[in-house]
């Protein structure tokens, strides 16, 4: 069965830090373009960042650089978010995504297969 399982959230305080990991099974996920989005309670759904195919460039959110890393684990077939200096406003359902055109895109129209998502609360 093809499928992605978003694990890693939980309750931080403001400051911490959190990796949530994003692990495929039944594909390979070297030969796509891996995304995290998040969606925070009342608000659409918004990229955070993606990880690309081949060169493995990236792009993120604004208001993310500087605090969040993406990076890919080949040998587990894991991509993981790296989440420091985590704020409130962080405060979501993470979701990663996979995109067959190999592509890095905060556009979640381009994502093909999704995960069912990983809570994160940032709270003091």
């Known amino acids: 069965q093809v499928k992605l399982v978003e694990s890693g959230g939980g309750l931080v305080q403001p400051g911490g830090s959190l990796r949530l990991s994003c692990a495929a099974s039944g594909f390979s996920l070297d030969y796509y373009a891996i995304g995290w989005f998040r969606q925070a309670p009342g608000k659409e759904r918004e990229g955070v960042s993606c990880?690309?195919?081949?060169?493995?460039?990236?792009v993120y959110l604004d208001s993310v650089k500087g605090r969040f890393t993406i990076f890919r684990n080949t040998a587990k077939n894991t991509v993981y978010l790296q989440m420091d200096n985590l704020e409130p406003e962080d405060t979501a359902i993470y979701y990663c995504?996979?995109?067959?055109?190999?592509?890095?895109?905060?556009?979640?129209?381009?994502?093909?297969?999704w995960g069912k998502g990983t809570l994160v609360t940032v709270s003091s």
């Open positions: 990880l690309s195919s081949g060169d493995y460039s990236t």
């Open positions: 995504a996979a995109d067959a055109s190999g592509v890095a895109t905060l556009n979640e129209n381009n994502m093909d297969l």
